[in-house]
């Protein structure tokens, strides 16, 4: 958000992610995440525009949070090794003077490389994972081969899609400045 120019503070919502049941479908299991955060968040600003996201990885099927512990983190990075993900990101808009809201949730499909054994477990034990759905960074690249689709989204939140919402909500963003991000966000490695 630093980037765009505007005025925002972060609030942490608390959230329990624990409490979102992992059987819903993997794009509604993002956008409700976003949104319970939101809401958690929007009590606190009666006239706000608040924006909740939360990330996820989906390999295979199967959507992989973040690792509580370094088995799971190992098993996490074995599960895609070499493999396409999709990352996806649930954001949720609030408007809490209107009580409007509008969600989306942003898609990137991420290829891992093909890492070996030794490098999973020093990676797990620079603590690195344990902050990361999928128990990687997008910023540590020595994991990923390529990226298709919003660099920003990969890091958690799709800043571009973000402001097009936000214009929805009458916040307006100069032309010039979305492009300075559009550069930015689709890097390529």
Same mark, same amino acid.
């Given at each position: 958000?630093?980037?765009t120019?505007?005025?925002?503070?972060?609030?942490?919502?608390?959230?329990?992610?624990?409490?979102?049941p992992?059987?819903?479908p993997?794009?509604?299991y993002a /956008?409700?995440?976003?949104?319970r955060?939101a809401e @958690?968040?929007a009590?606190? &600003?009666?006239? !706000?525009?608040? *924006?909740?996201?939360?990330?996820?990885?989906?390999?295979?099927?199967?959507?992989?949070?973040?690792p509580?512990n370094?088995?799971?983190?190992?098993e996490i990075?074995?599960?895609?090794?070499?493999?396409?993900?999709d990352?996806?990101?649930?954001?949720?808009?609030?408007?809490?003077k209107?009580n409007?809201?509008?969600?989306?949730v942003?898609?990137?499909k991420v290829?891992?490389r093909n890492?070996?054994? /030794?490098?999973?477990?020093?990676?797990?034990?620079s @603590?690195?994972?344990?902050? &990361?759905?999928? !128990?990687?960074? *997008?910023?540590?690249?020595?994991w990923?081969?390529?990226?298709d689709g919003?660099?920003?989204?990969?890091?958690?939140?799709?800043?571009?899609?973000?402001?097009?919402?936000l214009?929805?909500?009458g916040?307006?963003?100069?032309?010039?400045?979305?492009?300075?991000?559009?550069?930015?966000?689709?890097?390529?490695?």
């Amino acid at each position: 958000m630093s980037m765009t120019g505007l005025k925002f503070k972060v609030s942490p919502s608390y959230f329990n992610e624990d409490s979102m049941p992992l059987n819903l479908p993997s794009l509604k299991y993002a /956008e409700e995440m976003a949104l319970r955060k939101a809401e @958690g968040v929007a009590v606190k &600003y009666p006239d !706000a525009v608040i *924006i909740g996201a939360d990330t996820i990885v989906v390999c295979k099927n199967k959507i992989l949070g973040k690792p509580k512990n370094e088995k799971e983190a190992e098993e996490i990075l074995k599960f895609a090794c070499n493999e396409i993900s999709d990352v996806l990101t649930g954001v949720a808009v609030i408007d809490t003077k209107t009580n409007r809201t509008e969600k989306f949730v942003d898609s990137t499909k991420v290829k891992m490389r093909n890492y070996g054994d /030794e490098a999973i477990k020093e990676y797990v034990a620079s @603590g690195a994972p344990f902050r &990361y759905a999928g !128990a990687f960074a *997008i910023q540590d690249r020595d994991w990923v081969e390529s990226i298709d689709g919003s660099f920003f989204n990969v890091v958690g939140f799709p800043v571009l899609k973000v402001l097009k919402i936000l214009k929805n909500f009458g916040i307006i963003i100069p032309e010039e400045k979305i492009e300075e991000i559009r550069k930015k966000d689709f890097y390529q490695f």
